[in-house]
């Protein structure tokens, strides 16, 4: 079933397009994601939509994919789909472009592009156990970092009660370069008066129940990290408060 999850990892590799991480749930995906999911093609999933093509399940419309994250998607197991624009553009697809969605949600990778010219998306997502392991592509890599970055800061504000300010979109490159080299973090981390969180970078993840079994051991080794500090109503760094 669904839980929170505090112990994250991300992995980015900005040339092609492919974010894999854990600790982000559906239901999280949609909450903080900072473009509007719509309309879903159902690669992979136990759910039934509101309409039907060549095989495929639809969704469409926004209120239609929130009562789909309002399910057990943990249940799902392997948990994939696809967002297009246009209603009615999926019955215009052909048979090599059925069977790339097809080969996407079978090997969790894209048999060409990730991108479909006639669907116009902007993502392709490939889970499994739902919040353990996500492989993303995303046609803009901020839209990427700003959905850790959201989580952040809600979970802040949740525990904490705190309204602090989305973190700048200078501090996200910086991040969303160190995801490129493997990070993690722990949101148990960040306590009432040390708003702090530490980004260990830990390079590329093979086995993510290894790395959540292990988590605390790998955080003590000797990795490099960045703190992300939250002081006087902005986001900073230790980089930058070492400088001062």
């Not at 246009?86 to 080969?103: P, Y």
């Not at 739902?130 to 890599?141: A, M, P, S, T």
């Not at 306590?191 to 988590?215: C, P, Q, T, W």
């Amino acid at each position: 079933m669904e839980k929170e999850r505090k112990e994250l990892y991300f992995k980015a590799d900005l040339q092609t397009k492919e974010f894999i991480y854990s600790g982000i749930t559906f239901k999280e995906f949609l909450k903080y994601s900072s473009f509007v999911i719509e309309n879903i093609i159902l690669l992979k999933a136990n759910y039934v939509g509101d309409k039907y093509e060549y095989g495929f399940d639809l969704l469409e419309g926004r209120k239609s994919v929130e009562m789909l994250a309002k399910e057990n998607v943990y249940s799902y197991g392997d948990f994939c789909f696809v967002d297009y624009e246009t209603s009615g553009i999926v019955a215009q697809l052909n048979d090599e472009e059925i069977a790339q969605l097809l080969f996407a949600a079978h090997m969790f990778r894209p048999l060409k592009s990730m991108f479909f010219e006639k669907l116009n998306n902007q993502f392709l997502y490939l889970a499994h156990d739902d919040g353990l392991f996500c492989k993303l592509y995303l046609r803009n890599e901020i839209d990427f970092v700003t959905i850790l970055c959201n989580k952040i800061t809600d979970y802040v504000h949740q525990k904490y009660k705190i309204n602090c300010l989305d973190i700048p979109e200078t501090l996200k490159r910086i991040i969303l370069n160190m995801a490129t080299k493997g990070i993690c973090l722990d949101l148990e981390e960040i306590k009432k008066n040390n708003f702090v969180v530490r980004f260990y970078i830990i390079g590329e993840v093979s086995n993510i129940d290894d790395l959540l079994n292990n988590f605390q051991t790998i955080k003590n080794k000797d990795v490099e990290w960045m703190d992300l500090i939250y002081q006087d109503g902005r986001w900073i760094t230790n980089q930058e408060i070492e400088c001062l």
